[in-house]
């Protein structure tokens, strides 16, 4: 495995990163042992870094999987906006991982420079927390262009976490090309940057060796969170980040298995998931949640949002 100093955090990480929404109860909802399983393979691959969000229900996996794991690297995410808001998630964070520390941790899904000052009082205790040694890091994860380029114009944020990949999937505000710039802009502010979506939320999984190749041609990105779920991703992947050819054997179980939104027949059509979703990939008809798969970049936040359960990514 390679790895990378993830800007000036002082923190090492593996260039695969391992996204765990995609074992959690939003998409495959694997039982906890297989989940936390799958986790402790990645870790004896050589990763040492994950990726979560307290929206994705995900740290028993990852509790489970770190018994004896003691030098990894989590980042996480919320979306409090208030002081005690962003204080009562971080402490749920290190509770429900039995952790003293969490390395980063992100205000979740920031657009621009006005939404980040929206969470100012969030930022200022994650700062706060930073200094008395509850994270190490801290960050905004962003689907927008507007996102990363104001994040790296302030001094208190150290981490970025931006969607990039080469189709340009999921970027809000601009263009592939837009991004590109903003990402090398905040790499040059000294930001430690890790991407997310590299395979377009799976759309890009029939085309996953350019799609690999893109963003590990990237110099700026220290590492990229990957969601795996399954034995022959994290072996793919794996070895892509390491350098190495992976066993071609490997590709049909990876090419075979693009992902979709499903939405259950009992979906009564109450449009929390399409207020939620920032891709306008979801509208209401004839009561009852229809989606645009073009648009769709299979975030799961949509999920998060339904009342009833009845939306997942498989």
């Known amino acids: 495995m390679q790895y990378r100093n993830l800007g000036g955090t002082g923190l090492t990480v593996s260039r695969l990163c391992f996204g765990a929404l995609t074992i959690g109860p939003l998409q495959r909802n694997l039982p906890l042992d297989e989940g936390a399983g799958l986790i402790r393979l990645a870790l004896d691959m050589g990763i040492n870094f994950i990726d979560t969000a307290e929206t994705y229900h995900c740290y028993p996996y990852i509790r489970e999987a770190l018994s004896g794991y003691p030098d990894v690297n989590i980042a996480s995410k919320s979306y409090a906006h208030t002081r005690a808001g962003m204080e009562r998630s971080l402490h749920n964070a290190l509770k429900s991982l039995e952790r003293d ?16 000052k929206g969470h100012q009082e969030a930022l200022d205790y994650l700062v706060s927390a930073r200094a008395r040694g509850l994270v190490r890091a801290v960050g905004i994860s962003t689907h927008c262009v507007a996102g990363v380029r104001a994040a790296a114009a302030i001094p208190e944020i150290e981490v970025i976490h931006p969607i990039i990949n080469l189709a340009g999937i999921g970027i809000q505000d601009g263009s592939l090309g837009e991004m590109l710039e903003a990402i090398s802009f905040a790499a040059a502010m000294g930001k430690g940057i890790y991407g997310m979506k590299c395979l377009g939320g799976g759309h890009l999984i029939p085309d996953v060796d350019r799609a690999m190749e893109f963003v590990l041609s990237m ?16 072996l793919y992947n794996a070895a892509r980040f390491s350098g190495q050819t992976p066993d071609p054997a490997l590709l049909p179980g990876l090419t075979g298995r693009a992902r979709r939104i499903h939405i259950e027949e009992w979906c009564r059509g109450c449009g929390q998931c399409a207020k939620r979703c920032t891709a306008g990939a979801l509208r209401i008809e004839n009561n009852r949640a229809v989606v645009n798969e073009t648009l769709c970049r299979l975030c799961s936040y949509c999920a998060a949002a339904c009342p009833d359960f009845c939306i997942k990514i498989i």
């Open 101 to 116: 520390t969490i390395e980063i941790f992100l205000l979740h899904e920031q657009e621009s420079y006005y939404t980040i």
């Open 219 to 234: 110099p700026e990105l220290a590492a990229v969170a990957v969601g795996m779920q399954s034995k022959e991703e994290i």
